[in-house]
């Protein structure tokens, strides 16, 4: 069984910066894809970033390209978010997601989450 844990939201400023982190347990082997997710209200849960634990492949959602890094520390067990030059529409709850293999391209892919992280972007 995975448990995710999040930290590192808060209340920035737009233009500000933040990392987010999840502390990964449980987990067996190196095929797995991490992934962030966010809602913001009213909306979807949609993927920001996913990386895959072994082989390190990277994906973006357009909208967080060129401002947004994902990254995974495998002494640590934890994989980072780094927000740059956010936005007030970067205002969400954000979400740790783990999946085994390479099959993870939908939410409903991902089995293990975490409990999530608020972010909030002001004008």
């Known amino acids: 069984q995975v448990q995710l844990v999040e930290s590192g939201g808060g209340l920035v400023q737009a233009g500000g910066s933040l990392r987010l982190s999840c502390a990964a347990s449980?987990?067996?082997?190196?095929?797995?894809?991490m992934g962030w997710f966010r809602q913001a209200p009213g909306k979807e849960r949609d993927v920001v970033a996913r990386i895959h634990w072994g082989i390190g492949t990277t994906y973006y959602a357009e909208s967080v390209k060129g401002r947004f890094t994902i990254s995974r520390d495998n002494a640590m067990n934890t994989v980072y978010l780094q927000m740059n030059s956010l936005r007030p529409e970067d205002t969400a709850v954000y979400y740790c997601?783990?999946?085994?293999?390479?099959?993870?391209?939908?939410?409903?892919?991902?089995?293990?989450w975490g409990r999530g992280t608020q972010v909030s972007v002001s004008s």
């Open positions: 997601a783990a999946c085994s293999g390479f099959v993870c391209y939908a939410r409903s892919n991902y089995p293990y």
């Open positions: 449980g987990r067996s082997g190196s095929n797995y894809v």
